[in-house]
């Protein structure tokens, strides 16, 4: 009955459980930080930009196309954010010296500044939630392990 079950797509409660308490804990975690940013004067998106930026892979800089990837944003809604972050002084525009057409962003001393204030507080609210995060993570795993391969995912 259960390999049926399995077969036909049905996922059993453990399952969804897991996946609410994991959802649920990332939520508290993305709560928490988006709390810790408007102590600083930073709307969520603002932080989230901030990190987007300091945070880019291999580089410190980004271009508003890039930026606007990292936060699943449109492109016009990044150009508003990167002024917003422009007037409070966070972060400058940049033309490339290889190639004009290209701007970059990267954040004032300002900026990392407040990056890092934010980022260490966030840190130490993950070290706080690491052991449940992990425990769900693994639990989330050995339950898929249980599941047909043809199942598709819950």
């Not at 990292?70 to 016009?76: A, E, M, S, Y």
């Not at 940049?94 to 900026?111: W, Y």
């Not at 990392?112 to 939630?129: C, F």
């Amino acid at each position: 009955m259960a390999a049926q079950r399995r077969r036909a797509g049905v996922v059993s409660k453990a399952v969804y459980e897991t996946q609410a308490a994991f959802r649920f804990t990332l939520r508290r975690f993305l709560r928490f930080s988006e709390t810790t940013a408007r102590g600083v004067g930073l709307t969520p998106q603002q932080y989230q930009a901030l990190l987007a930026i300091h945070g880019f892979p291999g580089r410190d800089r980004v271009k508003v196309g890039e930026l606007a990837q990292r936060l699943q944003i449109h492109h016009h809604s990044a150009v508003g954010l990167v002024d917003r972050l422009m007037a409070k002084r966070l972060a400058v525009r940049e033309r490339s010296t290889v190639d004009r057409r290209q701007v970059f962003i990267h954040l004032t001393t300002r900026g990392v500044r407040i990056l890092q204030r934010v980022s260490a507080v966030n840190r130490g609210e993950l070290r706080r939630l690491r052991p449940q995060l992990i425990r769900l993570l693994g639990r989330m795993a050995r339950l898929e392990g249980r599941r047909s391969p043809s199942s598709g995912l819950p």
